[in-house]
């Protein structure tokens, strides 16, 4: 089974920027990156593909967020910008052999890493 590690989480204000890492010990066919508010469902927010173009956003980061890779590292990043309160959540990296933005259909998963952003 894959592993995964993210790293990057942490506190910041409203506007400002925040870049997610999740390093692969082996290859999926992406990494899609999820997030979990309390008390809520673990949401799509985007995915890369690790040999194609394949890259997709949910509606609510599109234009704020970019999702990158590095092929050689095994690492995707996730650049948030413009951060707002409501973007705060644990953010999961998550590979699986299928594209798809349901949290079920992923086996390897990351341990969450905690963005926390104030008003």
């Known amino acids: 089974q894959v592993q995964l590690v993210e790293s990057g989480g942490g506190s910041v204000q409203a506007g400002d920027s925040l870049r997610l890492s999740c390093a692969a010990s082996?290859?999926?066919?992406?990494v899609t990156w999820f997030r979990q508010a309390p008390g809520k469902e673990r949401d799509f927010v985007a995915l890369i593909g690790w040999n194609d173009d394949t890259i997709i956003y949910s509606d609510s980061v599109e234009g704020r967020f970019t999702i990158s890779k590095d092929n050689a590292k095994n690492t995707v990043y996730l650049q948030m910008n413009s951060l707002k309160p409501e973007d705060t959540a644990v953010y999961y990296c998550?590979?699986?052999?299928?594209?798809?933005?349901?949290?079920?259909?992923?086996?390897?998963w990351g341990q969450g890493t905690q963005v926390t952003v104030s008003a």
């Open positions: 998550a590979g699986g052999s299928r594209y798809s933005f349901s949290q079920w259909d992923y086996a390897s």
């Open positions: 082996g290859r999926t066919l992406g």
